[in-house]
């Protein structure tokens, strides 16, 4: 069975994404994320291979022990506030990006923005480009 060093996890779904049996599932509300890690009698280790944080280890199976959970707050988007991510999964992020990388081309720092929010401003940006590159075509 698994060992789930909660100080270590940063919620970002790989494990139950890859567990074939459904042994680790997720519950996502409005406001929180929850990673539910049930006894698991497989060890097939793909949970612990994929998991980003080495937050996951296989232990022998113990029936005694309690099935734990993990759970985080979910972050807001600085644009439109809809909650999108965990805050060690954000860190994370800007733990391993160079700082240049953190911003878009228009020095916005991006991390702290939703993807949808993202992908917005950028259709706008490049609508904004080709409005301006056609005014200049036909001056
Ligand atoms: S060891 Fe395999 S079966 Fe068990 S929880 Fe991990 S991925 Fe799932
Ligand atoms: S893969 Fe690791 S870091 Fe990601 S949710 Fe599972 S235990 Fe946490």
Redesign the pocket.
């Known amino acids: 069975m698994i060992r789930?060093d909660a100080s270590k996890?940063?919620?970002?779904?790989?494990?139950?994404n890859v567990c074939p049996n459904k042994f680790i599932t997720r519950e996502e509300t409005e406001d929180r994320r929850t990673?539910h890690f049930a006894r698991c009698s497989e060890e097939c280790d793909l949970?612990v291979e994929?998991?980003?944080?080495k937050?996951?280890t296989l232990v022998p199976l113990d029936l005694e022990c309690e099935e734990p959970s993990?759970s985080f707050e979910l972050v807001p988007c600085k644009i439109c506030g809809a909650k999108y991510a965990t805050e060690p999964m954000l860190q994370r992020v800007e733990a391993s990006l160079p700082q240049e990388l953190q911003k878009d081309t228009s020095g916005l720092a991006w991390i702290r923005i939703c993807p949808v929010c993202r992908r917005d401003l950028e259709a706008e940006r490049a609508a904004k480009q080709l409005v301006l590159g056609r005014s200049r075509k036909s001056l």
């Open positions: 789930v996890c940063l919620g970002c779904y790989s494990c139950s990673i949970c994929f998991c980003p944080a937050a996951l993990v």
